[in-house]
């Protein structure tokens, strides 16, 4: 095809582009036959060379991004087995990371070059964002059937400049990628094993934005004892969380504020733990209590989900419900804002209830939440994934049928 077809060419389907942008209602005739013919002059000019240059074709326009970064999240491949894999910001294009031949525990990913960390017959191995340079990071052997909850190795969380990896195997461990070297900074508790559990265990859960704290579970599984504590990484000390009411605050999303001075969390059912919504300090590990877990009038107050926004706003799910049987999951929530403390201004943002949500992931700005929707209240990992604008001026967007792990790439 010669240059000058293309240009023609070129000329032509743009003309006829402006051309139905003029009409009432893009469709209908001209006004004039002089009309389209100074379009098309027009057009025809200003796609002409000037003297002395070379011409060149239109490029493609970019598809509009949906997100600000890419998607990550687990599904299956086509025999069943849990795998990793990118949604691209366009919101459509889709990319299969990990293949293994077994399913794939559990993942991260970097928040610099969209590597992934990820936990496959207990070794921690490692790809590239396209899924090449494959390798094991760390071997924990085989697993202890006595010891099975200490020599499992799980929950790989990668630190804000991609340079180390936490995991979880007889403690919390932390990784340099560069060299390989692995150090247990946070062993687990020794003592007698009960159930195939030391008497006190730990698992990283989550780096704050400034690399300096992790957030960890504190398990102890052969009591009722399930909780959370702030691991310093330069003193190589542990900060129990302390105060809010005795909150019990373990496997629920925590989410850290910008300076990483402190997290937020909520609960957002009722039985074995109080419902509600904490702030915690992340020097002191004192829990500040927002939303008690009685609202009074015999209601009980719900939260899940929190995040402080750039704006100053916090974002959650919320939602005040009575506990005839003293018991509540599933509950209907709707989407908030409120200013810092949960109350104050506290007002809905969308009609709908999310009593399926088992994760969400918000837009850094908080335009939009993304939302993994179980299909019943029987599965409680995954579901289908949704996009909703917090500013209730879209409907709801439908992005895959089942995903799990939502975490945003670089």
């Known amino acids: 095809m010669t240059k000058t077809f293309r240009l023609t060419l070129a000329v032509i389907m743009l003309a006829a582009a402006i051309l139905a942008c003029t009409l009432p209602g893009g469709s209908g005739q001209p006004s004039s036959p002089n009309e389209v013919e100074t379009i098309v002059a027009a057009t025809f000019q200003a796609l002409t060379p000037a003297p002395g240059t070379e011409a060149t074709s239109i490029p493609e326009p970019e598809a509009p991004a949906l997100f600000p970064h890419t998607l990550y999240f687990m599904n299956n491949d086509g025999v069943g087995?849990?795998?990793v894999f990118r949604l691209e910001r366009d919101g459509v294009t889709l990319t299969q990371v990990t293949a293994e031949p077994v399913a794939v525990k559990s993942y991260d990913v970097s928040p610099v070059d969209g590597s992934v960390a990820y936990v496959v017959n207990n070794q921690l191995l490692f790809v590239n964002a396209d899924g090449s340079s494959r390798r094991v990071l760390a071997d924990g052997g085989p697993v202890d059937p006595n010891n099975e909850f200490a020599t499992s190795m799980s929950a790989p969380v990668f630190s804000p400049d991609?340079?180390?990896v936490a995991y979880g195997m007889n403690g919390v461990n932390l990784l340099a990628i560069t060299s390989g070297a692995s150090n247990l900074v946070l062993p687990t508790?020794?003592?007698d094993i009960a159930f195939g559990a030391p008497p006190e265990m730990y698992l990283p859960r989550a780096y704050s934005p400034d690399g300096t704290k992790i957030v960890v579970m504190v398990a102890i599984p052969n009591s009722d004892g399930i909780s959370s504590g702030i691991y310093n990484i330069a003193s190589g000390t542990l900060t129990r969380l302390s105060g809010g009411d005795?909150?019990?605050?373990?496997c629920v999303a925590q989410a850290w504020t910008s300076d990483s001075s402190a997290l937020y969390v909520g609960i957002p059912f009722l039985g074995m733990f109080g419902s509600g919504l904490w702030r915690v300090d992340a020097a002191?590990?004192?829990l500040t209590t927002l939303l008690p877990t009685e609202a009074g009038g015999g209601n009980y107050n719900l939260a899940d989900e929190p995040y402080l926004a750039p704006d100053g706003q916090l974002y959650f799910f919320f939602a005040s419900l009575p506990a005839p049987?003293?018991?509540?999951d599933n509950a209907p929530l709707q989407i908030v804002r409120s200013a810092v403390d949960g109350v104050t201004g506290r007002t809905v943002l969308r009609p709908e209830n999310f009593g399926m949500v088992n994760e969400a992931l918000?837009?850094?700005?908080?335009?939009?939440?993304i939302t993994a929707m179980s299909p019943d209240a029987s599965v409680y990992e995954g579901g289908a994934l949704q996009l909703y604008y917090t500013d209730g001026s879209k409907s709801m967007v439908?992005?895959?049928p089942f995903v799990k792990q939502l975490k945003w790439g670089p």
């Open 246 to 250: 005795g909150a019990r605050l373990c």
């Open 398 to 400: 439908p992005l895959a």
């Open 325 to 328: 049987d003293g018991f509540i």
């Open 362 to 369: 918000w837009a850094p700005d908080a335009g939009f939440v």
């Open 189 to 191: 508790n020794p003592g």
């Open 284 to 286: 002191t590990g004192t």
């Open 162 to 164: 991609g340079q180390t």
């Open 81 to 83: 087995n849990a795998q």
